[in-house]
Structure formats: C-alpha cells, structure tokens
C-alpha cells in the first residue's frame, strides 16, 4: 500500500467575531482564490492543505539570500538537501462567529493542536472580543495548543487612490496583547490580496512541527490534535469529526 503524501494530519481551528474574514482566509490557503460574497457560516466548516515543515523547507528559507564560499558549509548544504522534507496535512475547522452558534462551535476547541484567533483591524470592537475567545479556547482545548492572533482585512488600510485608512487597531497594541497572552506571534493579513496568508498558517505548522520534534504529542491519542500515518503508510487516522465532509473540498 502506497505512503500518504503528508507525515502528519494537525487540526486547526480558526476563531473569532463574525465578519472578520475567517471563511476567506481558509478559502485563500486552499484554494488561493477570494470570494468577496461569503454566506455566513452556520456552526462549522471545513478545509484542507498540505504544507512543508521542517527543514530542508525552513532552512531554505533563512538561508535564501547566504552566499556560501567554505568547503564545510558546502558540505552542510549538500546534506541538508539529501534530508527527506516532512510533510504536514492541515485540517482547517473554520468556525461561526455568531454568539448563537457558541456552544456549538466550543465543542471544536477539543482535539486541535492549533488555532487563529482572527480580528477586523477595521472594527476595534472585533479586538476587545479576542480575549473571550481565547479564554474559551483555553478553557476547552489542550493545553499545549498553538495560538497565533491573525488582524485580517489589510487591504483596507491602504490611503492610496484615495481610498481612506479604514484602521482602529494599531500594530503595536496587537502586538502587545500577544505579548501579555502567551500567545506565539501577530500576524497582519489580507484575505483579498492574500498577504501573509500562508505565513500565518505556516507560523502555526511549523510550531506544531516543533512540538511534535519535541515529544509532546501522543500520535495515538486523537485529543492531541496531531496524527501521524497508519499501520504501513496507510491514511487511517481521523481526527475528531474528520469524517465529516469539508466545504472547501479536499485541496492540494
């Protein structure tokens, strides 16, 4: 039986006010296109993409720009190339907004090893909300859930062509409130243009990744969040509701 084309299966969540862009900005990681007419998602969602993790993929990246000249580093490179890239299959759970829908969609919290809090840096009240979410996330998920707080909707604080700085949220203050949180990093994106999109799944990848690297995950336990192949390479692992058929379709 032939290997699965991924190493792991890691489920994602995304979270956060409704209108913030959460359905567009996993519609454009998996299948790279924007919708500017969404239908207000009803309880939950799903989407997929497989990524690289991991060296040889994240050393090219920093070393992009080296000029190399000594024979050790040389040597380094040609081993780092014949170095098996991993693989990682993103399970995306893009979440409703409404607080109708809340105690429906706080039961996804359980069994994700990531999540991306998501605000409207055009509506600050989008920002005040953060907090709760990621309380309620906390409060539910495993305590070792990646966290990355992604402001969406970039492209409207653009003051070219005339067009007026939409902006309530400043760089900074998001930044320090990932600061204070514990949260890994803040990331500004636009769903529209796809600025920063990928960077800020990939930043969550690649600590699960990490995580992974550093044994604190079960790969046998559901609840982790992460799963590795099945008995010969077969694709038999399933996360917590992963049998549910994705609107976004099985991508990549």
């Given at each position: 039986?032939s290997?699965?084309?991924?190493d792991?299966?890691?489920?994602?969540?995304?979270?956060?006010?409704?209108?913030?862009?959460?359905?567009?900005?996993?519609?454009?990681?998996?299948?790279?296109?924007?919708?500017?007419?969404?239908?207000?998602?009803?309880?939950?969602?799903?989407?997929?993409r497989?990524?690289?993790?991991?060296?040889?993929h994240?050393?090219?990246?920093?070393?992009?720009?080296?000029?190399?000249?000594t024979?050790?580093?040389?040597?380094?490179?040609?081993?780092?190339?014949?170095?098996?890239?991993?693989?990682m299959?993103?399970?995306l759970?893009?979440?409703?907004?409404?607080?109708?829908?809340?105690?429906?969609t706080?039961?996804?919290?359980?069994?994700?090893?990531g999540?991306?809090?998501?605000?409207?840096?055009?509506?600050?009240?989008?920002?005040?909300?953060?907090?709760?979410?990621?309380?309620d996330?906390?409060?539910?998920?495993?305590?070792?859930?990646?966290?990355?707080?992604?402001g969406?909707?970039?492209?409207?604080?653009?003051?070219?062509?005339?067009?007026?700085?939409?902006?309530?949220?400043?760089?900074?203050?998001?930044?320090?409130?990932?600061?204070?949180?514990?949260?890994?990093?803040?990331?500004?994106?636009?769903?529209?243009?796809?600025?920063?999109?990928?960077?800020?799944?990939?930043?969550?990848?690649?600590?699960?990744?990490d995580?992974?690297?550093?044994?604190?995950?079960?790969?046998?336990?559901?609840?982790?969040?992460?799963?590795?192949?099945?008995?010969?390479?077969?694709?038999?692992?399933?996360?917590?509701?992963?049998?549910?058929?994705?609107?976004?379709?099985?991508?990549c």
């Amino acid at each position: 039986m032939s290997s699965p084309p991924w190493d792991y299966i890691a489920k994602l969540v995304c979270i956060g006010d409704s209108g913030c862009g959460k359905s567009s900005l996993t519609i454009r990681l998996c299948e790279g296109r924007f919708s500017p007419q969404h239908d207000v998602t009803i309880g939950v969602e799903f989407g997929s993409r497989i990524v690289p993790v991991g060296p040889p993929h994240s050393k090219s990246l920093s070393t992009a720009t080296a000029t190399t000249t000594t024979r050790d580093t040389t040597t380094s490179e040609a081993a780092q190339q014949q170095q098996q890239q991993k693989h990682m299959k993103l399970s995306l759970w893009d979440t409703a907004g409404q607080e109708t829908y809340k105690s429906v969609t706080r039961s996804y919290f359980r069994g994700a090893s990531g999540a991306l809090l998501v605000f409207d840096i055009t509506r600050k009240a989008t920002f005040q909300h953060v907090t709760d979410w990621l309380n309620d996330l906390r409060a539910i998920a495993e305590p070792d859930i990646v966290v990355i707080l992604v402001g969406n909707k970039l492209d409207q604080c653009s003051t070219q062509d005339g067009e007026q700085n939409r902006r309530e949220v400043t760089t900074a203050e998001a930044e320090e409130w990932a600061r204070r949180n514990g949260v890994l990093q803040y990331v500004e994106t636009s769903a529209k243009s796809g600025e920063n999109v990928e960077a800020a799944f990939m930043g969550v990848a690649g600590r699960i990744f990490d995580n992974i690297n550093a044994g604190k995950y079960d790969l046998n336990d559901r609840r982790s969040g992460v799963k590795g192949p099945g008995p010969g390479g077969a694709r038999q692992v399933r996360l917590a509701g992963d049998a549910a058929k994705g609107s976004f379709g099985g991508c990549c």
